[in-house]
């Protein structure tokens, strides 16, 4: 009987291991994000940030944009940031309305990067603490929020806008939301 119990020890652990192999082969391809957005169709949460060129003027969401326009999360310090900037400045060019969120930087840093790199944005605020962040559900930079021009959050961009992410993503929700498309074909179309 003992001989008998300590093959079946050996054998439990032998079986899950064989399990879970089998589970991850059946996830091979498969999209592993998994995404919980709160934040879509809600309303851009209410926040006062200075401005960062201007640290004496506050800007609050009366003063955001009143048409459809992307929210962008950046840092000096990020490296994935560095490699949307041109793209930024590529949707700036053709009249896209861009607000950036310094987030958690160093004020120098990031006149400094802006002066080196351009500054893509219309409105560009500084939210040193985070606290705008972590209200919209903010995971990582660079991420990216569409807002409609009544001010809800649309869309939640993760990572890197390019052009393929852009054309994909951005732009087909930009366009519905500035054709004013009905909520249905918004909702198809942004998330």
């Known amino acids: 009987m003992a001989q008998h ?6 054998i439990i652990p032998l079986v899950v291991f064989a399990l879970f192999i089998v589970m991850l082969y059946f996830r091979l391809g498969k999209d592993t994000t998994i ?6 169709n ?22 955001l944009p009143k048409q459809p326009y992307l929210l962008n999360i950046w840092a000096s310090w990020c490296l994935t940031c560095r490699v949307e900037h041109p793209f930024l400045l590529k949707m700036a060019e053709q009249g896209i ?19 080196q790199h351009k500054d893509p944005y219309t409105l560009n605020l500084q939210d040193t603490n985070g606290k705008l962040g972590i209200d ?3 995971t990582g930079v660079p991420e990216s929020f569409v807002i409609d021009g009544a001010g809800n959050i ?3 961009i993760l990572g890197e806008i390019n052009e ?9 929700c930009l366009n519905a939301l500035n054709s004013q498309a009905d909520d249905n074909k918004i909702k198809e179309v942004c998330q």
């Open 42 to 63: 809600r309303p851009v949460p209410t926040f006062s940030l200075p401005l960062l060129s201007n640290l004496e003027k506050q800007i609050s969401n009366q003063d």
């Open 136 to 138: 919209l559900g903010l």
């Open 164 to 172: 393929e992410r852009f054309n994909k993503q951005v732009l087909p």
């Open 35 to 40: 995404v919980t957005n709160t934040s879509l």
């Open 154 to 156: 649309r869309q939640h």
């Open 5 to 10: 119990n300590k093959k079946l020890w050996f």
């Open 97 to 115: 309305p861009l607000v950036g969120i310094n987030y958690k930087d160093e004020l120098a840093d990031a006149l400094s990067y802006l002066n």
